[in-house]
Each structure stands twice: as structure tokens, then as C-alpha cells.
């Protein structure tokens, strides 16, 4: 699989790095299908592609992402109910679906206002960086609809149940400082300081043993869902079959010869 950008999504892998860049910013970078279908293909590429080991995404212009285009609304408003389902599953839900087996670190750089379908997306990455300038809502109650992505799914996880909850139902916004104060983001720095603070923890990432990685980060989650017996278990096999990679025996050898690895995913 190959894919280029397209008007509304600049996609770009280098040094190891995919960038993924949502590019609406007249519209706040708010999502049509056409983002969502090459937002999900960059992804697949990414999974299947040996020379990317980390994913950063972020949006273009002032803003992350306002999620779904509202303007569009009344145009779907004579759509059945089972068409609206439909919508739902075959476009939006695609993004957090692939995500779920996504095996590599994503990076999300929240440049700006993140909205509704916008924030959600950003809780689905694996580490959040935000701009200070960047601000967070949860919009849905605003337009008379709930969370029908994932967010109701994604943010108990993140901040707990309580506070997910008064967020969902208030639409109210938060900054930040507020983010990163209830874990929605892990780090908080100045705007023009975000993408190369995003791409330094993408390249560290990157620098380390792509197998471990992924083995770290399905370990992370399949924990979420298992007993600790159950996981020690499962760690156990991991353990077994990371041990045997060539990438542990040159880290070992490059830590007895005081050199940097040279790690091939191997």
C-alpha cells in the first residue's frame, strides 16, 4: 500500500517518522470522508511499513481538529437512522478500529482547538503534547448528541469517570494547563516549541528496538483487560520471544563495548 497526500491530508515519513497532518485549516481542520478514508490508508501504511517507528499527528493551521464538519449536518438530516449507523462505523469508527492494533507509538501535537470528534481523536493516540495555546471541549451536548466515536470510551480511561463525565455533559472548555493537570496531555510547552518537541520524543522512540516497543506498548494495553495472573502470563511469552530478537543481543553487545546500538527490527 502507498498513499500520497491528498488537499485535506499531508501524509510524509522520514527518519523513521511518519507525519500525519490534517489539512482543513480554513475549517479548523474539521473532518470530511475524504479525510477520514486517507486518514485511515496512512495509518495502514504506517503499520505495514518497516521504516516508520513512530506516527506524529497534528493538524495544520491554528487548530488540532474541530472534528466533524457541523456545516454538513442538515445535509444528512432526511438519513435513516441505520444510514447515520452506517456513516458512523464505515468512516469515523475506522480511525479508532485500526488504532486498536496499531502495534507503533503515535504522537499527537494538539496545535489548537480540539473539539468534540477532534478531542477524541487526540485521546486516541498514545502520548498527547499540547501547545499552550491549545484548548480542549467535548462539544457533542452543544449540538444535541453525544459521543458516538469512542470519546465515551477513551476519556474515563484517561481522567476517571467522574471527571470524563462533567466534561461530556457541560461542553465546557479547557485549557492546557487544565490538560495536563488531569492527564488529558502528558506535556505543555510554547506553540512555536511544539512540533520539535513532539518530533524529539517521536526520534527517541524511534531510536530504540522497534520489536520492544511494540511488545511494551501491547503489553500496556492488554493489561487494561486482564487480571495481573493473566498478564504476568502473557509477559512471560513476550519476554521469551523478545529475548531471542537480534536487536537484544546488539543492545547487549553495544552496552559490554560502550557504543550506541544498531537496532534493525530484527
Excluded at 479525510?35 to 518497516?50: N, S, T
Excluded at 480511561?157 to 467522574?162: D, E, N
Excluded at 486482564?226 to 529475548?243: C, I, N, P
Aim: proline share 3%; with cysteine.
Amino acid at each position: 500500500m502507498a498513499i500520497r497526500s491528498t488537499d485535506q491530508l499531508r501524509f510524509e515519513v522520514r527518519d523513521s517518522i511518519a507525519t500525519i497532518t490534517l489539512n482543513r485549516p480554513e475549517k479548523k481542520n474539521a473532518f470530511t470522508t475524504e479525510m477520514l478514508h486517507a486518514w485511515g490508508d496512512a495509518l495502514l501504511e504506517c503499520a505495514e511499513r518497516d521504516d516508520v517507528r513512530a506516527v506524529v499527528l497534528t493538524g495544520a493551521g491554528d487548530a488540532f481538529c474541530s472534528g466533524g464538519d457541523v456545516g454538513n449536518m442538515k445535509d444528512r438530516a432526511e438519513d435513516s437512522a441505520y444510514q447515520r449507523k452506517v456513516a458512523l462505523a464505515e468512516r469515523v469508527h475506522r480511525i479508532p478500529l485500526i488504532l486498536e492494533t496499531f502495534e507503533k507509538p503515535v504522537i499527537v501535537a494538539v496545535n489548537g482547538v480540539a473539539t468534540g470528534a477532534g478531542m477524541d481523536m487526540a485521546l486516541m493516540g498514545d502520548i498527547r503534547i499540547a501547545a499552550s495555546s491549545a484548548r480542549f471541549a467535548e462539544t457533542y451536548t452543544r449540538v444535541g448528541i453525544f459521543s458516538g466515536d469512542g470519546g465515551a470510551w477513551f476519556l474515563p480511561r484517561i481522567v476517571g469517570t467522574a471527571k470524563a463525565l462533567e466534561l461530556l455533559w457541560t461542553a465546557r472548555f479547557i485549557d492546557a494547563a487544565e490538560a495536563e493537570r488531569i492527564g488529558i496531555v502528558s506535556r505543555v510547552v510554547p506553540d512555536e516549541q511544539l512540533m520539535a518537541t513532539a518530533y524529539e520524543l517521536a526520534c527517541r522512540i524511534a531510536e530504540q528496538p522497534p520489536i520492544a516497543v511494540r511488545m511494551m506498548k501491547r503489553a500496556v494495553y492488554q493489561a487494561e483487560r486482564m487480571d495481573l495472573r493473566a498478564h504476568l502470563d502473557m509477559a512471560s511469552s513476550h519476554m521469551a520471544a523478545v529475548y531471542s530478537t537480534q536487536d537484544h543481543r546488539e543492545a547487549v553487545a553495544a552496552f559490554q563495548d560502550k557504543r550506541k546500538p544498531r537496532f534493525s527490527g530484527c
